[in-house]
């Protein structure tokens, strides 16, 4: 059975990535997390024979607890960018993996890029962090840093765009 804590965990993860569904099935409980555009819902079934009650979920006052045995949860995501038509003469800086992207190598270092610094093919523009391995991401293209699309900290996903470089 899971904790409270570790489905807040789950929730957030999923709010902060671009993962529209997520199942996870253990010892006769079942979560099963899906986004909607916009708005998230939540659903937490805990086996009928449980006497874990599952209570304390609220997330920024968003939340309805309807029982001990289901629990509902509707959010806003606030994370969803919605851009123009990329521009074409603009490179993408994509993630090779699943991962927590880092925009330094620790929190008290500076970020690697910043919009407006110059980058080289072999430059380091990130680290994404995956099983507890962190992985340096090269740049793959000179240019210049014109967007960073992701947020220090954020989950990202196999082939989503992490900077947008103006190329030489």
Known sequence: ????????????????????????????????????????KTEVVVPAKSTTPVVGLEEQGTSQITTAQTVKETSTNENVKVSAVPDESLHQILSPMVGTFYESSSPDSPAFVQVGDKVSEDGIVCIVEAMKLFNEIEAEVSGEVVEILVKDGHLVEYGQPLFLVKAN
């Open 1 to 40: 059975m899971l904790k409270v804590q570790e489905i807040r965990e789950i929730i957030k993860l999923i709010d902060h990535s671009s993962i529209d569904e997520f199942s996870y099935e253990a010892e006769g409980s079942k979560i099963k997390l899906k986004k909607n555009g916009l708005q998230g």
